[in-house]
Structures are given as C-alpha cells and as structure tokens.
C-alpha cells in the first residue's frame, strides 16, 4: 500500500507540473501548493511506518509478532481515504475532508495500537518507542486538523496541519528510527566503529525539529516575520547543521562508503544536516535584505526528499531484502535507483535556489523522483506478499 500510494502520489505531482508547464490547467478544488504538501508529506510515509512499527516494534518492546491481517481495516481506510482524497482534489473539497477523515480515522486506529503496544512492554528502555508513538499521535491530530481545514475551506488551517504533521510527526520518526538504527547499522556491518547514540542527541534533535514545526506555523500566521525573529531561527538551524554534519561524520560516512546500504542511509542522514545548513542561510539572507532575498523552498526539499526520501528508501530497501529472505545488501539495480533519486533531490534544490531556470530544473527533479520511486516499487513490489526465498516462516 505504500508502495502504491508512494508511486501514485509522484505521478499525480509530475502530472500537474508537466500540464502547468504546457499552460493547461486543471481543476483543482484545493490549492496546489497545499494539496501537494499534504499528500506528499503524509500520504505514503505513515504507511511505510506502519510497516515498520509493527515488524521493529515488537522486536524493540519483546512482544510477539503483529499479525498483518490484525492491521488491515486501519490499513485499507487510509489506502481508500487516500484515493478519494484525490478525487476531491480535482471535484469538490468536501470530497478530499471526507477522504482525509477516513485517512485520519485508520492512522488512529493504528497509533492507539501501537501505543498500547508500548504500554504493555515491561523492557526498561522504551524511550525511543514512547517518542515515536508521540510523534505518530501528534500525526493522528495533524489529518484530523486537515480534514476539519478541507471542512471549512481554510487554506492557512490546512498548511499548519502539513508543518505539524511533517516536523512533529514524519520527521520525528525519521529522527527517533535513525538516532536508534543508523549507529547500530554502522557498528554491526564496520567492526571499528561504535553504536555511539547518547541520549542527549536524541533529545537535541527531537527539540530542533519541533522548533522548526513551531517556526513554520509561526511564519504562516504572523508575517511578516521581524528581522529579530528570522536571527532567532538563525540561531537555532546554524548549530543545529554544525551538530548534524558533525554527526553524520561520527557515524562513520565515510567509512561506510565501501557498504552501499549503509552508505545510502548515510547519504540521507547528511541531506538533514545540509537542509540546516541552507535554511541558515536563508534566514540570514531574509534578516539581512529584508525578506527580498532567499533560498525559497530548497531548504524544505533537502530535507523532505533528501533526508526522508534517500533515508526511507535505504531502510525500506534493506527491510524488504531482510524479509523477504534475501541478502541484505543494495546490489546494482537497488544502488542505480537510488543515485537516480538523490539526483532528484538535487535538481530541486537547484530549481528553488535559481527561480529564473525554476520549469525545467523542477520537471526534471519529479522525472527523476517518479522514475526512481515506480522502479523501487516495480522491483520491491513483487516480493511483497510471497513466501521468503530462505524458506523461513514470513
């Protein structure tokens, strides 16, 4: 279902793109920009999660497996929230709120049982589950947010759901999974390096990213922002890109260069730190000129298709090798989809950065994106549902 939604999502933005480039317009019931966001920031990722959640998740908490059918009602209403949603993007708004409603009503349904899940778990560290069944509430408000926004036809209510529910809840996760994983990937396939993850990192960077859903809300409903503030946002995303990068080297990047998969959790790790870096800078540059200067949307784009995009890719990679009892590694196929994504990600920073060449850049980014997500779920796709190849129960 992630696969799908994932796939459908990328060919219905490139869609709309390539039809604005040749000056056709189709009917939307919902603002472009809004719709985009909030189909591309929750449509496929909490779906991704639920995969996740519910295989990593019992192992972390020492509970027994999670049957898939136990997950199927919650499961198809976000998958058929999701299609209507479409639907009411391109007929009537109404029709999007009853699909986001259905979409909210089935993430609920599985947050409550995750967090039950976390309740019921008597092992002494349950820090990171415990943030990420917080993270996967605050998702649960932000689509109910959305469906009341699509209610009442408020824009600003419906972009404020998207930052909450992208910055609170889907970068959150990403934060949490990858404070826990990536280290411990690290260790286990590079011998001289250590599973070093203290607490306080975690902590700093769940901290950053709510900051960052708190500014986001902020400039959507007090502009303009004061040259005071943007040096406040300034104050926080500069150390935060330091500590990232830095980060990102101490987990061994360069070391794990040698190991596809763990070099391609690597690479979108460091998308998070450069997203950081450029929003620094883009905030500098509106403090300093008053606004008439910026990096427009490219510090959100390293991050969403960078850091989520390159960071679920790899994991949902290496998981679905795993499960389906294959070998644990990016071979060809898998390491050339990937590069053909990260130059994607590029091509939309690139667009934002330099507006004057912003068509061209931008619809070769979504052929970029659309080409590496339809190849992942074409490969991936088919492994899906079938015994393992190991002869293994699964």
Do not use: N
């Amino acid at each position: 279902m992630a696969a799908l939604m994932l796939v459908m999502s990328s060919i219905w933005w490139g869609i709309l793109l390539v039809t604005r480039a040749l000056g056709l317009a189709l009917y939307l019931a919902v603002p472009v920009s809004a719709a985009h966001g909030l189909l591309m920031s929750m449509g496929f990722m909490p779906l991704f999660f639920a995969g996740f959640l519910f295989t990593a998740g019992p192992k972390w908490l020492r509970l027994r497996e999670v049957t898939a059918r136990s997950l199927l009602p919650g499961l198809m209403f976000m998958l058929a929230g999701w299609v209507i949603v479409l639907i009411g993007f391109h007929t009537y708004a109404l029709v999007s709120c009853a699909g986001v409603t259905l979409v909210a009503a089935g993430w609920t349904v599985l947050s409550v049982k995750f967090s039950m899940m976390v309740r019921r778990s008597d092992v002494p560290d349950r820090i990171h589950a415990r943030l990420v069944a917080f993270a996967c509430g605050i998702g649960a408000i932000a689509l109910w947010t959305a469906a009341v926004s699509l209610a009442i036809s408020s824009e600003l209510m419906l972009r404020t759901a998207t930052q909450m529910g992208l910055w609170g809840f889907v970068a959150t996760t990403f934060a949490v999974v990858s404070h826990r994983m990536i280290p411990f990937f690290g260790a286990s396939a590079v011998p001289f390096l250590d599973a070093w993850r203290p607490m306080w990192l975690l902590w700093v960077m769940v901290t950053v990213l709510w900051l960052e859903a708190v500014f986001s809300a902020a400039e959507l409903w007090y502009r303009p922002f004061s040259a005071a503030m943007r040096w406040g946002q300034v104050a926080v995303e500069l150390p935060a890109s330091l500590l990232l990068l830095w980060l990102a080297i101490r987990w061994g990047l360069v070391q794990s260069l040698k190991i596809r998969l763990i070099a391609m959790l690597h690479g979108g790790f460091t998308w998070l730190g450069i997203s950081f870096a450029l929003s620094a800078l883009s905030h500098t540059l509106m403090a300093l000129t008053d606004g008439a200067h910026t990096l427009g949307l490219a510090p959100l784009h390293a991050m969403t298709m960078g850091y989520l995009g390159a960071t679920m890719f790899a994991m949902t990679t290496r998981v679905s090798s795993g499960h389906g009892g294959r070998p644990v590694a990016a071979d060809d196929v898998a390491w050339t989809l990937y590069w053909i994504l990260q130059s994607a990600v590029l091509l939309r920073v690139i667009a934002a950065i330099w507006p004057a060449a912003s068509t061209p850049f931008t619809l070769l980014a979504i052929a970029a994106w659309t080409a590496a997500t339809l190849g992942w779920a074409l490969r991936y796709g088919r492994w899906f549902g079938r015994p393992r190849l190991d002869g293994r129960p699964g």
